[in-house]
């Protein structure tokens, strides 16, 4: 039910306005979802790209293995982070965005390194300190989590 819900109220956009968060943060449409709407504790499945400073570091569409997680938990899942949790969080399922990350926001000053899992042995990236970031993500589904 909630599939077939996300799937009729979903609708590709052109030339949407690019929305500017007071954190810095940075989205814009490129599909508006017909889902729900993420809630903390919520596990959500997601498919994005990665670049950091224009490199691209994750890919899950090319791997063919979202993420999936509970929406708003630290620490961070994967390439996660809050700036781009801020930018999910008007989002709803089935929808798209671009999304740019401050570095603050984003993986700070350490950086970060994403290393391959049980889950993902074939996931790999490095994200320098004071990296800008740039996310393509779609937010596939959000569910509520199994007791």
Do not use: W
């Amino acid at each position: 039910m909630e599939i077939a819900a996300e799937k009729a109220g979903t609708k590709d956009v052109s030339n949407s306005k690019e929305v500017v968060l007071p954190s810095g943060v940075k989205y814009q449409d490129l599909r508006i979802g017909g889902g729900q709407q993420p809630t903390k504790g919520y596990l959500v499945v997601v498919d994005y790209t990665l670049r950091a400073d224009g490199e691209e570091v994750e890919n899950t569409r090319a791997r063919g293995k979202p993420i999936v997680y509970l929406y708003g938990s630290r620490p961070f899942t994967g390439g996660m982070c809050a700036g781009v949790e801020q930018a999910m969080s008007s989002m709803q399922a089935g929808g798209r965005r671009k999304v740019i990350v401050p570095p603050e926001l984003g993986f700070g000053d350490s950086g970060i390194v994403l290393r391959p899992t049980e889950h993902m042995p074939d996931k790999q990236g490095i994200v320098l300190g004071g990296a800008k970031l740039e996310y393509d993500i779609e937010l596939a589904r959000v569910s509520i989590p199994p007791s």
